[in-house]
């Protein structure tokens, strides 16, 4: 008995994935696949590829191009084309089955460059959290000397206390690392009326400071308290201001008490500018040049000839010093209101020099990052001795270490020129005997190579399988729209889009991406899967699995698309980047594509061996999805082909004009609800139903008129056309 067309049909597509499993198990078949698969990874270049004719013609089979095999030339400009270019050769051929090839190879490769957008805006939001951070510690660590410091009875208990220890030479600016406590100890319990005491004796004279912050006496004990409040509060003041490296709010506060402190006791504009931290207040309050000598500074304080020939007398009106620099007797160097204008000066101005250096240091970070293109770059100063202006913009390198929590003084340029060059792969490099994990970020956050050179970032998706995906995405959601429903579609889908893209650029991740439903329902849909029938449950389980594993789960789902979803990612089935995913001309994602396609394509040419029906029906169904508009039916021969079939249709239609073909299509297909497997299968059941009819029933009389006549209009032709198939 002779089955029917749909009978024939849904003996293969009740069970896709059995049919195409007895496919691929086909000794031609598994041949061809798994040489293609082991020897696709070794191709570099178009001419590879097409120099190897059992590669080639399988990637010509896959795409449904076999008749095309034999035109090279015409092929190498297609794989040459720029996809990002829309006026490039494969994306103005109307048959799109072009376009589909050359998507699933990437010959340029992505581009190479020292830190693509997100990593330079991952190190930047960490450079300007850093900023946060520093101050948070500033704070946790006063809070707790002062919390301790009252507790203390012998110099023995500061000095072995680790956490007290630092804070006291980081008040100073003295090394934590190579003071020893024995020393610190001397230090603390010297007598400091004693000249000959260590404290006096010691060439740096903060030490000699820190001794008159505490209170131990000679043998350590203290009478009382090891420090007073007061004390308390002046190394405090010392401390914020040694560990800033920025103006935080911290600071400004700390900077203020000191100057409302030690102002009202200096007796002269020279005593003043005698103190650092005074004269640094004065230039940021009056917005004086921070290379100004500390005598000018002075000078404009009290001397009326200087501060007019400088062109600023407003330092004269906010001190009472007199005209030689000297105090009055029992006068202030301020008065009260004189002291609240200044303050409020100096709020101003450091608050905006606050803002302005972090975002100067920012933008000259993101442009010179964009320009490097070997490792050389990373050490060229943007300072120039002629060039005031960029003096007191960071380095990028002085941000790009900031970010990662590594002072610049730690490492030397030749030190870090051999850690950015290393391979944090494999484990014997020089940045991972370091064993210090921000030096091992610092390397992954870059993309210089051994040799200096720069190549393209690792991340979650390459920038063609993001292209590619955001681009589907697009052509779903617009499918068979037009004039304002299409145009805010197109907005909506944009949105989505520009998320997407810069989104999966920072996923390290598979759990990072899965926690996203925003970016698993884009990728979802792209692929014209409903995210509402996909559990995350289901989700996580298919990126857990192994790809290579034909019995894991997700290569058990009767629907292939979900392990292309899952190899378009460069994870691991642990969930982590893994390289050895994005490596070739083709991603792992594209390569699996390829194969099935291989795999579809061929059960389709046997069924059509058999049935050229069953094998219309059966491309219509796997095309159905991808169909965006009617000329995506009437571009496609074999569509063409399956639509005049099953609407009854001359074939002289295809001799009219093709915006009138366009109307018929529209006229009898809801091209939007293609993506409905339940609407696609009413068309194959009406496509095999009249499939088999015209084959088995006699030649139409209409149809071998139109086909002979060449003088009938086009007009008629459509007409005759919507009586036949009404």
């Given at each position: ?247 935080s709010a911290t600071l400004l ?30 230039k940021t309050a009056f917005g ?318 046997q069924q059509g061996e058999q ?116």
């Amino acid at each position: 008995m002779v089955l029917s067309t749909y009978s024939s049909y849904l003996t293969v597509n009740r069970d896709m994935k059995a049919s195409l499993s007895k496919v691929e198990s086909q000794a031609p078949v598994k041949r061809d696949t798994e040489y293609y698969e082991a020897n696709i990874g070794k191709v570099k270049t178009v001419d590879d590829l097409l120099g190897d004719y059992r590669l080639y013609s399988y990637a010509m089979q896959a795409y449904g191009l076999g008749e095309m095999t034999y035109g090279k030339a015409f092929m190498r400009k297609v794989l040459d084309s720029d996809l990002s270019d829309s006026k490039s050769f494969a994306n103005t051929l109307t048959d799109k089955r072009y376009l589909q090839m050359a998507q699933a190879f990437n010959f340029k490769g992505d581009a190479k460059v020292a830190q693509s957008t997100a990593q330079a805006d991952s190190t930047t939001d960490a450079y300007k959290a850093s900023f946060q951070t520093e101050e948070t510690n500033i704070k946790t660590e006063a809070a707790y000397f002062a919390s301790k410091i009252g507790a203390i009875t012998n110099v023995d208990d500061l000095v072995n206390n680790t956490r007290l220890r630092t804070y006291v030479l980081d008040s100073a600016g003295l090394d934590t690392t190579f003071t020893s406590k024995a020393y610190l100890k001397q230090v603390l319990t010297s007598d400091l009326a004693d000249p000959d005491s260590v404290a006096n004796q010691a060439k740096n004279p903060a030490w000699k400071k820190l001794t008159g912050f505490f209170n131990f006496n000679a043998d350590g004990t203290v009478n009382g308290q090891a420090q007073t409040a007061d004390q308390t509060e002046d190394l405090k003041l010392d401390y914020v201001a040694s560990m800033s490296t920025y103006p935080s709010a911290t600071l400004l506060d700390a900077n203020q008490r000191y100057w409302d402190k030690h102002v009202p006791q200096v007796q002269s504009a020279q005593d003043l500018v005698k103190d650092s931290r005074l004269v640094a207040y004065v230039k940021t309050a009056f917005g004086l040049n921070p290379t100004m000598l500390a005598s000018s500074v002075a000078s404009l304080m009290y001397s009326q000839n200087f501060a007019q020939t400088y062109g600023n007398t407003k330092l004269l009106d906010a001190f009472e010093f007199s005209s030689d620099g000297t105090l009055p007797a029992g006068t202030s160097a301020q008065t009260p209101a004189q002291m609240s204008a200044v303050a409020k000066q100096y709020t101003a101005e450091f608050r905006k020099d606050a803002d302005k250096k972090i975002a100067d240091a920012v933008t000259n970070y993101e442009t010179r990052i964009a320009k490097m293109t070997k490792l050389d770059d990373f050490f060229v100063s943007n300072k120039k001795d002629d060039d005031k202006k960029n003096d007191e913009v960071s380095e990028v390198w002085d941000v790009a270490l900031r970010a990662f929590g590594i002072n610049p003084d730690e490492v030397s340029k030749s030190e870090l020129k051999k850690i950015l060059s290393s391979d944090v792969t494999d484990k014997k490099s020089y940045v991972n005997r370091l064993d210090d994990d921000r030096y091992v970020n610092l390397v992954k956050a870059f993309n210089f190579t051994a040799d200096g050179g720069t190549e393209a970032p690792l991340t979650a998706q390459s920038q063609r399988m993001v292209a590619q995906v955001t681009a589907d995405y697009k052509a779903v959601k617009l499918r068979a729209l037009t004039g304002t429903a299409k145009e805010n579609a197109s907005k909506a889908a944009d949105k989505e889009i520009a998320y997407y893209a810069s989104t999966i650029a920072g996923i390290k991740t598979a759990d990072q991406f899965l926690a996203d439903s925003r970016l698993t329902k884009f990728v979802l849909e792209a692929n014209g899967l409903d995210p509402k029938e996909v559990t995350t449950t289901d989700l996580r389980r298919m990126f857990k699995s192994d790809l290579s594993d034909p019995k894991s789960f997700v290569n058990t789902q009767s629907n292939g698309k979900f392990a292309e979803i899952v190899a378009s990612f460069n994870f691991s089935a642990k969930g982590q980047l893994d390289a050895t995913a994005a490596e070739g001309v083709q991603q792992r994602g594209a390569i699996l594509e390829t194969t099935n396609q291989y795999l579809q394509q061929t059960l389709e040419v046997q069924q059509g061996e058999q049935n050229d029906g069953v094998r219309l029906a059966l491309y219509f169904k796997r095309k159905a999805p991808e169909i965006t508009s009617p000329y995506s039916i009437i571009s496609d021969k074999a569509l063409f082909t399956f639509f005049k079939t099953a609407y009854n249709l001359p074939t002289a239609i295809g001799n009219i004009d093709v915006a009138k073909q366009a109307d018929l299509v529209k006229k009898y297909i809801d091209v939007g609800k293609l993506g409905d497997p339940d609407y696609v299968d009413k068309i194959v059941k009406r496509f095999t139903a009249l499939y088999d009819t015209q084959k088995n029933g006699p030649t139409s009389t209409s149809l071998s008129l139109l086909g002979r006549s060449a003088s009938i209009s086009a007009d008629t032709l459509l007409a005759v056309a919507q009586l036949r198939a009404g």
